[in-house]
């Protein structure tokens, strides 16, 4: 049968939570097998008490029955202690375990999906969740498994002392318990709410951090302050909502806790003057009551706690749910290569689209041969990046195919693909690190020398000189301690140090100064049989490619060299002229 929309939810975080749990089954036998035990050893000190009382008042000797208490609480202490340690130990094992696998898939997700998300998002499910999963763990399954032995033993225990007592405390107990639990479904929605919102703060928050130096300079700083910390109160005020209902909904209880011990004792103490109970029975029912009340608070917080964790996983669950990139897109077979030898990557009526009547490419064709260069061309949106993105296989086409060595693309693995193309993007990725992580990203084992030659290659020997850390240089969160024509040298050298077939460039030298740009045009031409395709707004930069693609919306419009192109393509000519160039 259907539940509803949380219970759906929370039966999928079970079902997901599961697998993970069983991993660590071993240890939570044993958790479980410790929590009987201080169960056990809580419980045996109402009767320790019964009987320190019961022997004193007959006025006998009590030193055995106190050291065995003292005992007792003594290996109560280090079972507590043990358990303890084992039980976060556990907890950070199994999360550990979410966010191995979650991370996994985050970094493997197909290209379109990153379009789709905010980096936010995806950020808060590695945080927040996975924490949420700490605590359901540890205080919403261990604790409430130790709370619900305890419960259970008090309540025999009384049992065996006073029946009719039991039954009384019971009822008024289970009226307020049964309140608390209708409420805490409220508290389980508005804590998923409030999951959601502390994402959204986490979003605003990256939004606002990654552009710092632009918003600053648009005098944006206030407003986007004001955006986030509307964000950050917004999240108070779900955090205030579910505060208000969670303290609401623990109140029946404690009435109804309340109200059991007022009654115990008023009934227990006419029924002690009544000879029907001694005075150490009664003392020990009083304990055994609040060996019942203690725990049932936790539990009533570990089932909010492991409702939270539930959510979450859920949360973590929709991730892991997703395709990676390779299941998204995975290799078909192709047949045999066409024995085109001298064409490298050929592109036929190649058509895609990025959102439904959004940007894309229409009818795409063109070849690239063996040891050449290639660039494209056209006003910006024409599909020059997106040529690159498809041969990259960051997207797959709708219509057509695109063939390496005769091979459609399709017929290779991301990996094989990737790992004969270079490819330096347009906006020039430096990761945090190193200098020398940063040129090596595909090569990571290479020669320092060979890491110094890429750096001379790009004329960036300066930055390993600037100081004693060499290679080892920090270049900043994103490259902010770098130069944008630096930050763009940089990917350049990263494209050109590992030895591939095919050099995909996008705008190479946007960002560089005339002297670089000319000392680079030569980096980054075809040769010792590398192909090159390279797309450009400068035409300078392109101008000896042996074969030039001219694109406006998405279509290829002109294809020749140079003198060809500005003899008969109006559209190149009329960006030759504005470059000065025709
Ligand atoms: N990830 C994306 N999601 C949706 N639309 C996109 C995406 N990337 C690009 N587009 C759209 O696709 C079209 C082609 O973009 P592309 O980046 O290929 O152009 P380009 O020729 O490289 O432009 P530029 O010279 O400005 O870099 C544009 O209309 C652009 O808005």
């Known amino acids: 049968m259907a539940g509803t929309p949380t219970q759906e939810r929370h039966r999928a975080g079970v079902v997901h939570l599961a697998p993970y749990v069983r991993e660590h089954r071993g240890a939570f036998t044993v958790l479980i097998a410790l929590s009987l035990l201080a169960s056990a050893t809580a419980l045996v000190q109402p009767w320790a008490v019964t009987q320190v009382v019961d022997t004193g008042v007959a006025g006998r000797p009590v030193t055995g029955v106190v050291l065995v208490l003292v005992a007792v609480s003594v290996g109560d202490l280090v079972l507590a202690a043990v358990q303890q340690y084992l039980l976060q130990r556990t907890a950070h094992g199994l999360v550990l375990g979410v966010r191995e696998r979650l991370l996994h898939k985050i970094l493997r997700l197909p290209v379109r999906e990153y379009d789709q998300r905010t980096m936010g998002d995806l950020v808060s499910r590695v945080g927040a969740d996975t924490t949420a999963i700490h605590w359901a763990v540890t205080a919403g399954l261990v604790e409430a498994a130790a709370a619900g032995f305890m419960v259970v033993g008090a309540v025999v225990l009384a049992f065996l002392i006073d029946p009719l007592l039991v039954a009384l405390t019971l009822g008024l107990m289970l009226t307020g318990i049964v309140g608390a639990f209708l409420l805490m479904r409220t508290v389980q929605d508005l804590a998923r709410v409030e999951q959601d919102e502390f994402a959204q703060l986490t979003a605003a928050t990256l939004r606002s951090l990654t552009a710092i130096r632009t918003i600053r300079a648009c005098g944006a700083t206030d407003r986007e302050t004001d955006v986030v910390t509307g964000r950050a109160r917004m999240t108070y005020a779900a ?33 002690v003057a009544d000879g029907q109970l001694t005075l150490g029975q009664l003392v020990s029912f009083i304990l055994y009551v609040n060996l019942i009340i203690g725990p049932f608070q936790v539990l009533v917080s570990s089932w909010s706690r492991l409702q939270q964790g539930l959510g979450a996983m859920q949360r973590i669950a929709e991730v892991e749910a997703l395709p990676t990139e390779a299941q998204a897109s995975p290799v078909v077979p192709s047949p045999a290569p066409r024995a085109e030898d001298e064409v490298l990557v050929a592109l036929r009526g190649v058509s895609f689209e990025y959102t439904r009547g959004g940007g894309g490419l229409r009818d795409v064709s063109f070849d690239v041969r063996r040891g050449s260069t290639v660039a494209l061309v ?47 993007e347009q906006d020039p990725a430096v990761l945090e690190g190193t200098l020398r992580s940063n040129v090596a990203l595909a090569a990571p084992d290479v020669h320092d020398d060979v890491v110094r030659e890429a750096l001379a290659g790009v004329n960036l020997s300066g930055l390993e000189e600037r100081s004693d850390d060499g290679l080892d240089v920090q270049v900043g969160e994103r490259g902010t301690r770098l130069s944008g024509g630096e930050k763009q040298r940089l990917t350049i050298a990263r494209a050109l140090l590992p030895v591939r ?14 002297a670089n740009e000319d000392q680079l045009r030569d980096a980054i031409r075809a040769r010792d049989g590398r192909t090159v395709v390279v797309a450009a707004h400068r035409l300078s930069t392109v101008m000896d490619a042996d074969q030039i693609v001219v694109m406006q919306d998405g279509a290829v419009v002109a294809t020749g060299n140079h003198d060809e192109l500005v003899a008969s393509c109006p559209l190149y000519l009329s960006m030759a002229q504005a470059q000065r160039l025709a």
Do not use: M, W
């Open 501 to 514: 077939d095919l050099l995909l460039l996008d705008e190479p030298t946007a960002q560089l100064d005339p």
């Open 239 to 271: 955090g205030i909502h579910t505060a208000k209902v969670a303290a609401a909904s623990l109140q029946p209880a404690s009435a109804a806790f309340k109200a059991a011990n007022i009654v115990v004792l008023c009934v227990g103490a006419f029924k």
């Open 378 to 424: 056209g006003p910006s949106g024409a599909g020059k990046s997106t040529v690159l993105a498809l041969i990259e296989r960051f997207y797959e086409p709708g219509v057509g195919a695109i063939a390496l060595e005769g091979t459609d693309v399709r017929a290779l693995s991301h990996d094989e693909l990737r790992s004969r193309i270079a490819y330096a």
